[in-house]
Structure formats: structure tokens, C-alpha cells
């Protein structure tokens, strides 16, 4: 029997490739790419450092422009927009949690969190009231007011997630959002992540850590610029990961991590 509301794709990769060229030297960072991200699931990219996984995120982003290839999201080709358009539909349709953080440091975390609002044209009482209640949601209320300096590394992500969430993104990409975190602050971003998804939310996440790959329902591999791997883990309900870890240990090394 067929389900009555079969996944669907929110966007779609077709044939990507990312040459990066330095002299007379090239570099094939993402080689003939072709995937489906399924709407509602929550998709991990692994692999090893250098493998392609920032690359590849950046074009499924419109972050930067593919060599060749296409992206489609909700059917519309991304790359084939000019830049201004691109940046205002980015602003829209998708949140993006960088490894780095990123917030600007003389703006307060609420200002932060604003920012891409006003960006969309969105008006500003309802963008600041919204950007209050997400910092309430990730736990920042009181650090609302504050520069990202006087705040910790996790409050500094959970205010980047918050930023990455004003618009109501469809979907949302985080690239290694634990990178720069200890482990209990981690274990704090993955768990909002998490809940976030089980609300509802489309997530693409980049780790190369096999803890925070267990939250995804499915697990893309990336080896030397290709997808050397792709499986369905079903949905983390929460419970005891050692079970996922092993599954995911297994699948990852045997699709060319170490
Ligand atoms: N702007 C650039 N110019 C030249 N080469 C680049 C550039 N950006 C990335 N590369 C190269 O492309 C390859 C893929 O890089 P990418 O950052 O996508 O890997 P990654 O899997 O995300 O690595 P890591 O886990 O270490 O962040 C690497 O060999 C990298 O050196």
C-alpha cells in the first residue's frame, strides 16, 4: 500500500560539480552530485576533512555558484537567479548555522538575531518581537542584551540558530554546529536541533562526528567530492543512541571514513 502523502523533495542536487582553481592548479571539491533532500527529514552529510562536505553545502545553499550542475528548491533552479534575487530568496527559504558562529560583534544577540529580518523587508516591531521570542525559546532571554563576547561558545551558537530561524526558513543547513563547542554545549545544540525537526523542520547538517550524525534520519557520505554512501537511519526518538552509533560507525567506515 502506498502512503497517502508520500516525502517529498524540498530541493534537489543535480549533476553539481565545484572546481576550485588556484593558478594553474584545480580542484575537484564536489564531483557529479546528484541527491534529494526530502522535506521534514533531518539529512547528515559526513565524511573526512577535505572530503567536500563544506563545498557541497555551500552550493545546496546558493552560497556559492556551482561549475556545473543544478540545484533545485521547491523546483526553482537557485544557481540560475542573479545574485540580488538569490540573496533575498536565501533570506527566505533558507537558515544557515555556520561553524564559525558568525554573529557581528558589536551587535547585542538581539540585534543579531534581527538582522536577516530586516534584511527580508520585514517589518520591524514584528521582526524584533520575533527575534525576542526565539532567544526566549533557546534559552537567552537574559542574554538577550548582550554582545556575543559576553556570552558563552554555546549561548553564542543557540543565538546563531536563533538568527538562522527569524524568517521561518523551510529549511535549514548547519555546518558543524558543534565544531567549536564543549560537549555538554553540544549535546545542548543537538538536542534543539532535534526538537526542532520533530516540529517539523527540514535540516541538512554537516559533522564528521559520528554522536551528532546518530540525530539524523538519514546519512549521506561524502568521499573525495562524491556520495560514496547513503542510508535511512529512521527517526532518533531520543531513547539510548549506542544502537545508532554502532549502525552509523559501521556504515561511515565502511564508506571510506577511517
Ligand atoms: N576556496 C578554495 N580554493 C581552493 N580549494 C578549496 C577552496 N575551498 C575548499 N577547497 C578544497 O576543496 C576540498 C574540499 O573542501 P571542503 O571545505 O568542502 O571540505 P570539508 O569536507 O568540509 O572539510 P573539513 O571537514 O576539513 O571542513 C579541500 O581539499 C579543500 O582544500
Redesign the pocket.
Known sequence: MTSPHPPSAILTADGLC?T???GNQQ?H??RNVTVDIVEGEFTVIM????????????LLSGLEQATAGHVLFKGKDIHALPQKELAKFRAKEMGYIY?SINLIPDLTLLENVSLPGYVAGRPKAEVKREAAALLEQMGLASESGRLPMQTSGGQQQRGAIARALINKPPLLFA??PTGSLNYDQGVSVLNLLTKLNHGGQSIVM?T?DIKAACRGDRIIV?SD?KISGDIQLGRYDGGDMSERESIVFAFATKEGRP
Open positions: 565545484k576550485y582553481s588556484s580542484h571539491a564536489v565524511g573526512n576533512s577535505g572530503s567536500g562536505k563544506s563545498s557541497l553545502l555551500y561553524q555546518d558543524e554537516v564528521h561524502i567530492g
